[in-house]
């Protein structure tokens, strides 16, 4: 079966309605969206705590309800359309890139395209990722997993708790599982501070009283069928657990909220270079990757604390991919590479394009190395400050955005570094 549309997007979450609703915005005529779920929305359908919205609607909404909003928008704009319950296989570049994919009532599929939008988003780091010692009884799951358990189909994963790692799904679910009548015995975090938004740490442990270890790994897990119990110790600055601090927690659930990990295989089979550190593609201001057509954003890119950040990169994705899939991503000048300085992990894009059809602010999303208060973050060409940006609070979990003005990037020598200034105190 053989279909021919102008942009392909592979994926139906934030990033993915986001990118479908800018496309036909500027002016794409035929979009095809692919999720391999049975419902639009992605991971927000699951996550039914509120929260959600406050920058993009300017109120606070359940991840269903931001989704809702999105998949509304999206069914009332007769450009695109969707295929649901399908597999994408493979992404292939070209003169005209080929998307391979498959469903049960279509069967194999190849689906030709101007462009294509990668938002297939992250997934979750699993026990074998981190390697924990000890059996493999039943009762450890991912925090995701569980989550989906709960919430959308109705079951515990279990009665005594215990949570290892402070990512925000971690956090949420310990709050989740004792609204259930849980009882969540400790978070654990290898981190000598939080992975997780502030506001998580308040609502999700402190509310609830529920400890937070830092600096702490579990050593072992016990069980034979289930779960039993886990040990745990302190760790010291090079992760090592340290002796004579171990302990015990009997438990019958261990939720793993360990890291989320761009979901990049398509983009390894297409050959798309790939970021050491994000684990996502190279992606420039536009959010096209080093394959000229082919556009990534949201968590496929980088992972993000906010989905309001989400859908502002599958934005921005769309817009040019409608330019690109119309022949307007013409005059192209030079590439400013975007680099992380001091105290700075990762900035997204990694590259500011120099293009005729480009001439809008660019925002760079980063992160920090570890947490710190009252900084100002400058973006600079050697000596000459572009833009800067005060933080009150800066933490590694939180993503910070700062507007580049495009005129001054264009002006750049480059590279272009991004680094933080502490307050002189």
């Known amino acids: 079966m053989n279909l021919n549309y102008e942009i392909v997007i592979v994926g139906g979450g934030p990033a993915g309605l986001a990118a479908a609703k800018s496309a036909a915005e500027n002016g794409a005529n035929k979009i095809l969206i692919i999720e391999r779920d049975r419902e639009m929305g992605g991971i927000l359908q699951q996550c039914i705590h509120n929260g959600f919205g406050l920058h993009t609607f300017k109120e606070e909404l359940t991840g269903p309800g931001y989704a809702h909003r999105y998949i509304k928008m999206v069914d009332g704009i007769p450009q695109i359309e969707v295929m649901l319950d399908t597999m994408v296989l493979s992404i292939a570049d070209g003169d005209k890139k080929m998307v391979v994919a498959c469903n049960p009532q279509n069967g194999i599929m190849q689906i030709s395209a101007n462009a294509i939008i990668l938002t297939m988003g992250c997934r979750?780091?699993?026990?074998?990722?981190?390697?924990?010692?000890?059996?493999?009884?039943?009762?450890?799951?991912?925090?995701?997993?569980?989550?989906?358990?709960?919430?959308?189909?109705?079951?515990?994963?279990?009665?005594?708790?215990?949570?290892?790692?402070?990512?925000?799904?971690?956090?949420?679910?310990?709050?989740?599982?004792?609204?259930?009548?849980?009882?969540?015995?400790?978070?654990?975090?290898?981190?000598?501070?939080?992975?997780?938004?502030?506001?998580?740490?308040?609502?999700?442990?402190?509310?609830?009283?529920?400890?937070?270890?830092?600096?702490?790994?579990?050593?072992?897990?016990?069980?034979?069928?289930?779960?039993?119990?886990?040990?745990?110790?302190?760790?010291?600055?090079?992760?090592?657990?340290?002796?004579?601090?171990?302990?015990?927690?009997?438990?019958?659930?261990?939720?793993?909220?360990?890291?989320?990990?761009?979901e990049n295989e398509l983009s390894t089979g297409a050959a798309i270079p790939l970021h050491r550190l994000t684990n996502g593609p190279l992606v420039d201001q536009c959010r096209e990757t080093g394959l000229p057509g082919i556009f990534a954003a949201g968590n496929v890119v980088h992972v993000h604390d906010l989905v309001d950040f989400v859908s502002e990169e599958g934005a921005i994705a769309g817009k040019y991919a409608a330019k690109y899939s119309a022949g307007q991503m013409c005059g192209f000048d030079r590439a400013i590479a975007v680099e992380p300085g001091n105290a700075i992990r990762t900035v997204v894009p990694q590259t500011i394009t120099v293009r005729e059809c480009v001439n809008e602010p660019v925002k760079l999303f980063m992160r920090v190395t570890q947490p710190m208060v009252k900084i100002t973050v400058e973006v600079c060409d050697g000596d000459i400050v572009l833009a800067s940006k005060k933080e009150a609070v800066a933490k590694p979990s939180e993503m910070i955005a700062v507007s580049l003005p495009y005129d001054k990037a264009c002006s750049a020598r480059g590279p272009i570094t991004v680094s933080v200034k502490e307050e002189v105190k």
């Open 124 to 262: 979750e780091r699993t026990r074998g990722a981190i390697r924990i010692p000890g059996t493999r009884p039943a009762g450890v799951l991912t925090a995701g997993a569980a989550q989906r358990m709960v919430n959308m189909e109705g079951y515990i994963p279990g009665k005594n708790v215990v949570i290892l790692g402070s990512g925000d799904i971690g956090l949420i679910m310990a709050r989740r599982m004792s609204l259930e009548g849980a009882k969540v015995h400790a978070c654990l975090e290898l981190m000598p501070f939080s992975n997780g938004l502030t506001r998580n740490i308040v609502q999700c442990l402190e509310d609830y009283d529920i400890p937070l270890h830092l600096s702490h790994t579990i050593t072992k897990i016990h069980g034979v069928e289930r779960i039993e119990k886990i040990s745990c110790a302190q760790v010291d600055e090079s992760f090592r657990p340290i002796p004579g601090t171990e302990f015990d927690i009997p438990c019958d659930c261990l939720l793993l909220s360990v890291g989320l990990i761009p």
